[in-house]
């Protein structure tokens, strides 16, 4: 074997240097954050051909002092910190003092800087270990920091960097993300001597959510609740989308600790879990959340580019994202279904309808609602008149000043599937069946079953082994004893559905999806009556358990436009 001998300093430099500086944007990132944290109002971005070939980085902050400047581009000098046990209470988002260091080893580096109380400001260069003298130079107050060259000693680096286009493209996303945390700094990107976009400071945050999440999307963002994390250790803030408003991937789910934007998975699973029952399979939210913890809480010195952090009180912080985000949820939507169902003024006064009688003679509705929690009692004085039913799979309805269209079956799987959940909650017993039902399942089916027997039971259905892959129901959730139960679709729909959400909410869902009123079927006028008079008592009462709206409102003004009338 070769022997063991020390590394030279420039060797040194550049692997530290290939820890932290990975492309274009790792150099943005590294001199924007020192920007903020040296106070910048206004951050300015230049490129040239996606910053393989120039990048510079101009603020109005504070600055770096004559003496300093050769400091600032030596490797681990730093202001931030000053002994070890700094580490444990980190309140900016540099702190190690690599950054520039590890710019000037692969690329070199030109710092022009000036403090407020300093006549002319100063110049240093430094490029690989060797640094220049630092000079005097015309200069406003703040830095202009230039980086050229950069991977020229490093050729092999070059050759993975995508096209100019695709690493000016990073670097515009995260500088407009990053932006966010900081809507009271004015940032500008400028390429190829074109301004590219400005961000202005804004008053309010929402102003900011709109330059980056576009006008449209960002109108259907619903702000935190004030008191959605009440148990929290620090502060949760933030936007969500709308249920119904998503997309094909999680890029946009961004999160801010500290201040610091973390490209993790630290609370993907809170979005998931948040959104249970309110997000379609295969679809995902986006938003936006700001967690402030004390800074002994968090640890950003797990990662060379602190992309992650690691919390003390991960798995808090975690359920107390995603009550704040299921509870947001949960009012939202009541607030829509108030909208969606309250009377509106019109110059006729309106159509006042009383409560009417609920007939209990329906073998196959009205059985399950009366496990519903509520009672009849608790319905609003003015109810939605239902008119009929459409291609037997939909139910029309108005409340006089405008119509409703609502999903049988859609609504009938809301109100079981939470009929299901307070039926375990409350461990209220099954329904048994007086002539029990047995159903043959392939390989797959009772490999699935078994896996889910245990919840089953939980939910009301209880399945017992009848003999090789087959089984016999003998009870299920009170009020489904007169409905059939599709065990072989609802055993399918488990086995092909994601895993990402709680097994108890994927299982109890399609229990309730496969036990209720299916599209196509025909249902008689008290049945939709008590159909839709029972939604309004859920608590999520405009979207099934997996996520698909219950219903859509069509108000005077939406009729007239397609009337042609406005």
Same mark, same amino acid.
């Given at each position: ?251 946009? @789910? ?20 948040? /959104? ?95 496990? @519903? ?106 009020? /489904? ?86």
């Amino acid at each position: 074997m070769p022997f063991i001998h020390l590394l030279d300093s420039v060797t040194v430099g550049q692997i530290a240097a290939g820890e932290i500086i990975e492309r274009p944007q790792s150099v943005v990132k590294e001199l924007v954050e020192n920007a903020v944290d040296a106070g910048a109002a206004r951050v300015v971005v230049v490129l040239e051909r996606g910053g393989t070939e120039h990048i510079e980085v101009i603020d109005d902050g504070a600055g770096i002092a004559p003496d300093d400047l050769p400091l600032a581009v030596r490797r681990h000098a730093t202001s931030k910190l000053r002994v070890a046990d700094d580490l444990e209470s980190i309140g900016t988002l540099g702190f190690r003092g690599e950054g520039l260091a590890s710019i000037a080893a692969i690329a070199r580096l030109d710092v022009l800087s000036r403090t407020p109380s300093a006549q002319i400001g100063s110049r240093i260069v430094a490029h690989a270990e060797r640094a220049e003298p630092v000079e005097p130079a015309a200069a406003p107050v703040g830095t202009r920091i230039a980086v050229t060259e950069l991977f020229a000693n490093v050729p092999v680096r070059r050759e993975y960097l995508k096209s100019p286009s695709a690493e000016f493209t990073r670097i515009s996303s995260w500088l407009s993300t990053f932006a966010l945390a900081y809507p009271h700094v004015t940032f500008v990107l400028r390429h190829d001597g074109k301004d590219v976009w400005t961000m202005p400071s804004t008053a309010t945050l929402r102003e900011r959510l709109a330059m980056v999440f576009g006008r449209e999307a960002a109108a259907t963002l619903i702000e935190l609740g004030r008191d959605a994390a009440p148990t929290l250790d620090g502060s949760l803030r933030g936007f969500i989308s709308a249920p119904g408003s998503d997309r094909g991937d999680r890029r946009m @789910q961004l999160l801010f600790v500290n201040g610091r934007l973390l490209r993790s998975t630290l609370l993907a699973g809170a979005w998931t879990a948040g /959104y249970q029952t309110f997000a379609m399979i295969g679809r995902h939210p986006y938003g936006v959340l700001f967690l402030d913890l004390p800074p002994e809480h968090v640890d950003p010195n797990v990662h060379p580019t602190k992309s992650d952090v690691r919390l003390r009180y991960g798995t808090q912080v975690f359920d107390a994202a995603r009550r704040a985000i299921a509870t947001t949820l949960r009012d939202h939507a009541m607030q829509r279904f108030r909208d969606a169902t309250a009377p509106q003024a019109s110059a006729g006064g309106g159509l006042s309808l009383a409560p009417q009688a609920i007939d209990a003679s329906l073998p196959h509705v009205q059985s399950l609602f009366e496990a @519903q929690i509520g009672s009849p009692d608790d319905l609003p004085a003015r109810r939605l008149r239902v008119l009929s039913q459409v291609h037997r799979t939909f139910i029309l309805a108005s409340d006089g000043d405008a119509v409703l269209l609502v999903d049988q079956h859609a609504a009938h799987e809301r109100i079981a599937y939470e009929t299901i959940v307070a039926r375990a909650h409350d461990r209220a017993p099954s329904e048994p069946l007086l002539v029990p039902i047995v159903v043959e399942l392939d390989a797959a089916q009772s490999a699935a079953l078994e896996r889910a027997r245990e919840l089953l039971q939980e939910g009301g259905l209880e399945i017992e082994a009848f003999g090789e892959r087959t089984y016999r129901i003998s009870a299920t959730p009170a009020g /489904y004893g007169a409905r059939p139960f599709d065990l072989a679709g609802f055993l399918d729909d488990l086995t092909d559905e994601p895993k990402a959400r709680d097994v108890r909410e994927r299982i109890w869902a399609s229990l309730a999806c496969h036990s209720v009123t299916v599209a196509g079927e025909r249902l008689e006028l008290d049945e939709m009556t008590t159909l839709v008079d029972r939604l309004q008592l859920c608590a999520n009462p405009m979207h099934c358990p997996h996520g698909r709206p219950t219903m859509l409102r069509l108000n005077p003004d939406d009729i007239a436009r397609m009337f042609k009338r406005i």
